[in-house]
């Protein structure tokens, strides 16, 4: 099989592209796509590569894979607030195994119909697997006397005084990453909801445009929470105070790894979960502050997305994280979020 049979085969679905969405223009086949971007709205743009070892272990389901490869590339798109348009695929392959690319695309596909997704093209290399997509995306623009101002969601919008919330799950990817590498049995019913999170994450789309105008600040939780909140500190000059016993109960597996029959016949110490929640990392939820007016909005935004939402903490007019527990007691930030090049981390 060659490049465009491969390319044909299993990535351009001539039906779809042919129907041409009214913001893409020219799907796969020429030079380059054609988007057409509404009256109004911005281009939001992002990239993120998935490398085997790196990633994604070697033996991971090739339809889990298509989906995480572009779950986390939509979850960014979210953290913007942006409604998701279409993406490019750049993909290096060892061989041309089509069960593999057959899983890989139904996978992908199945989460890119669900958003409205297109796949606009892309490119295909022989090389150890690695696998890049683009997302596009479109968030308006406020268009008032001053000129044209972007609606997105950044970073750097948080004030003093802002709740501090996230979104869904925090804790259970890494439970089941830990699981994996360390071969801790956790029971069936445990390992499946972690393991579902590890492999399946919920890029939270509709929250992050739900929370459009309502929303001072958004980021989208990666590489653990602690450490993404850092970013938006870093980027609006604030600093937060965060709840830990808010934040752990958002582990979805909290009720077993709690009691006394948890893992090797003990329930997790504080100390783990704290670490979980904070620091685990993969957990491709939205960490974003709104101001205390504005909780109702908050609300209703979650009900509407149909997106769990806690309340975790504010923000702070003092720079620097501070961390209490359910007494109100200060607790060390000794928690080191993931980061590929930090001296220590694996090879
Ligand atoms: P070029 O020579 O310009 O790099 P290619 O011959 O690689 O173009 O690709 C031909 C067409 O197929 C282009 O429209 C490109 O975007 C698309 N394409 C290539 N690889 C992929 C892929 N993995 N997924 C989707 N589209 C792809
Ligand atoms: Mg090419």
């Excluded at 607030?81 to 290096?92: N, V």
């Excluded at 997509?133 to 969601?153: C, S």
């Excluded at 934040?247 to 997790?268: E, F, K, V």
């Excluded at 720079?319 to 090049?341: C, E, R, W, Y």
Aim: a negative charge.
């Amino acid at each position: 099989m060659g490049e465009f049979d491969l390319i044909e085969r299993h990535f351009m679905r001539p039906g779809r592209t042919a129907a041409r969405t009214s913001l893409v223009a020219l799907g796969i086949g020429d030079d380059c796509a054609l988007l057409q971007p509404r009256p109004g709205t911005q281009i939001a743009v992002s990239t993120d590569m998935l490398v085997e070892g790196r990633h994604f272990l070697p033996d991971v389901d090739p339809a889990a894979l298509g989906h995480k490869a572009l779950a986390v590339n939509l979850s960014d798109l979210a953290a913007c607030g942006a409604r998701p348009l279409a993406f490019t695929l750049a993909l290096a392959l060892p061989h041309a195994d089509n069960v593999w690319l057959a899983g890989f695309a139904q996978g992908l596909f199945a989460l890119a119909d669900s958003h409205g997704c297109e796949l606009v093209g892309g490119d295909t290399t022989r090389g150890p697997l690695n696998i890049c997509i683009t997302v596009f995306g479109e968030v308006p623009l406020q268009v008032g006397r001053e000129g044209a101002k972007t609606q997105a969601l950044l970073r750097s919008g948080a004030r003093p005084g802002d709740d501090l919330y996230v979104s869904g799950n925090l804790g259970d990817a890494r439970l089941a990453l830990d699981a994996l590498l360390g071969g801790r049995t956790l029971p069936a019913d445990v390992m499946a909801l972690a393991r579902r999170r590890l492999e399946r994450p919920t890029p939270r789309v509709a929250l992050g445009q739900a929370l459009l105008g309502i929303a001072t600040s958004a980021i989208d939780v990666s590489d653990g929470l602690l450490g993404d909140l850092g970013h938006v500190l870093k980027a609006s000059q604030a600093g937060a105070e965060v709840h830990l016993d808010n934040a752990i109960i958002t582990i979805a597996n909290y009720a077993y790894l709690t009691r006394a029959n948890g893992p090797n016949g003990h329930s997790y110490p504080k100390a783990a979960l704290y670490a979980l929640a904070l620091a685990g990392g993969d957990d491709y939820e939205l960490a974003f502050t709104a101001p205390p007016a504005r909780r109702a909005a908050v609300d209703e935004a979650a009900r509407a997305s149909q997106t769990p939402v806690a309340r975790i903490g504010r923000i702070t007019a003092e720079p620097g994280l501070v961390l209490k527990d359910a007494l109100g007691q200060t607790i060390a930030n000794t928690f080191k979020s993931f980061d590929h090049f930090q001296p220590g981390a694996a090879p």
